[in-house]
């Protein structure tokens, strides 16, 4: 091995602490102000050209980032700069003295507290870093230190992006990330969210709890497979006496589809927590709490295999010889199904004497607004839209204005339907032989108090656009969210006022 430069800027370079794909990182003296960091180094490329400067793009973007970033869970990065000697860019990070999961992961299975306390800090560090827009995109063990305070750090942004920015850094098709934990969405090489960061977090505490990977296989095109298409074991079948809520709140956050995840990593922090203090978690709805049993058991024969039986309370241990297997939550349109089987299973199940709790209810919208109010069961959720509201629930307020003739406008929250309205447009002017139209839409939602995900989608003719956007509500206060659809481009804006 070649031995370090002496110098790097004006950083006294003490030793070599790590390789990488964004290149060296060396433990160095900082002499202005008398501090120890991590130098993360890159050379300059030999190669020249696009390629090289794409690179350089990618590790400036890491610092400009990982700087914007003010959180505990989150390292500190000091400085970025150009050796003036060598041209090699660099940048100054905390230097953190501790072990990585990956580390930990090697020794074996970890008990399930420690392993919720600290997907309970990557959350919350992952949250503040989704809502200024950023996206880390490669959750893996290698990238969270845990300290000997027992306190998180998640590190290397160097391929996160910002959800704002109009350019990528990346080339059409490309794959980035960790595929033994990437999420299905970011593994096709589509649009990803911060929920696609929630995915790959639960499959590092599916790792750590289990002491084996969730969708491992021998080749990366396998891996891509299993990601993308197959379900893993469930945890309880590798850990005895597993609480059945971290393993539903685990199938909950490895849900192929994002939009059946957790909306937020704050949602799946709280409800980690909850776990952790022997509550039930407040985000999982009725079909989270549902379980599928062994086909060969007497229960299976009296409910839909495309169903799910009701799940044991939180608290109870899985029946001697049961292997519990967590199916994500079901799309909409198969909700009624579900219900109506399931009403079936309890008249089953009082037949054989068994205690059932509260019966389903059904709240249809009335004719005078498409509104949509899932069914649900007395006392459960199936969103926040259709939890009891409370005395004085926040408000949110739409604006929206928009070029169409027709359409359609849906509004979601935390990825529940909120609101459906058919849209329609005036013509004011004629500008040459097209017509121009001019259309605003006005309302206000219930919504709980606290931290919800938005997400407008427009519909017209062939087309869909849709956006998301965070937003915190205060019990009786009034949030005005403007939406616009462009005239020309017709991008879809949306943006707190």
């Known amino acids: 091995m070649a031995e370090p430069p002496s110098t790097i800027g004006r950083y006294e370079i003490l030793r070599e602490i790590g390789r990488g794909a964004m290149g060296v990182v060396y433990e160095a003296r900082d002499p202005a102000l008398d501090r120890t960091v991590a130098l993360k180094v890159i050379q300059p490329s030999t190669e020249g050209g696009e390629a090289a400067r794409v690179f350089e793009e990618r590790f400036l973007a890491e610092a400009r980032i990982a700087a914007a970033l003010q959180h505990p869970g989150i390292v500190v990065v000091h400085d970025v700069g150009r050796d003036p000697a060598t041209g090699a860019l660099f940048i100054a990070l905390e230097l953190l003295r501790g072990q990585t999961l990956a580390d930990l992961g090697a020794r074996g299975p970890l008990d399930w507290r420690g392993v919720l ?100 296989a021998p080749t990366i095109p396998g891996i891509v497979h299993r990601v993308v298409y197959e379900e893993p074991d469930p945890p309880s079948r590798h850990v005895r006496d597993l609480p059945a809520d971290v393993e539903r709140v685990l199938a909950r956050a490895l849900a192929k589809d994002p939009a059946h995840r957790y909306a937020t990593a704050q949602a799946l922090a709280e409800d980690a927590e909850d776990v952790l203090g022997g509550r039930p978690p407040r985000h999982l709805t009725s079909e989270d709490l549902m379980v599928v049993e062994e086909p060969d058991s007497p229960l299976a024969a009296l409910i839909d295999p495309l169903t799910q039986a009701p799940a044991p309370s939180p608290s109870a241990p899985p029946a001697a010889g049961a292997t519990r297997s967590i199916l994500p939550v079901g799309r909409p349109g198969h909700r009624a199904r579900r219900a109506f089987v399931l009403a079936g299973a309890v008249v089953g199940f009082a037949l054989l004497g068994l205690l059932l709790w509260a019966p389903w209810r059904s709240s249809a919208p009335s004719p005078a607004s498409t509104r949509a109010t899932p069914a649900a069961p ?120």
């Open 117 to 216: 306390q600290i997907v309970t800090q990557v959350a919350h560090a992952l949250h503040h870093a989704h809502g200024h827009g950023v996206v880390h995109r490669d959750i893996k063990p290698a990238n969270v230190v845990v300290l000997p305070s027992g306190e998180v750090k998640v590190m290397d942004f160097g391929i996160a992006r910002l959800e704002t920015a109009r350019h990528r850094l990346t080339t059409a098709g490309e794959f980035i990330g960790t595929p033994l934990y990437t999420a299905p969405e970011q593994a096709k090489t589509e649009e990803v969210d911060g929920r696609a960061d929630v995915f790959s977090l639960a499959s590092v505490a599916y790792t750590l709890l289990t002491g084996r990977a969730a969708f491992f």
């Open 378 to 497: 007395a006392g459960s959720a199936v969103g926040p839209l259709a939890r009891p509201l409370p005395a004085d629930p926040g408000r949110l307020r739409i604006d929206f204005d928009h070029p169409l003739r027709s359409g359609q406008l849906r509004v979601f929250v935390d990825d529940e339907l909120a609101l459906e309205e058919r849209i329609r447009g005036q013509q004011r002017k004629k500008a040459l032989v097209f017509k121009v139209h001019e259309g605003t839409f006005r309302d206000e939602l219930d919504v709980p108090p606290g931290l919800h995900e938005v997400r407008v989608e427009v519909r017209w003719d062939d087309n869909v656009k849709d956006e998301r956007i965070i937003g915190n509500f205060r019990s009786g206060a009034t949030r005005r969210l403007e939406a616009s659809l462009g005239r020309i481009r017709r991008d879809l804006k949306l943006e707190w006022k």
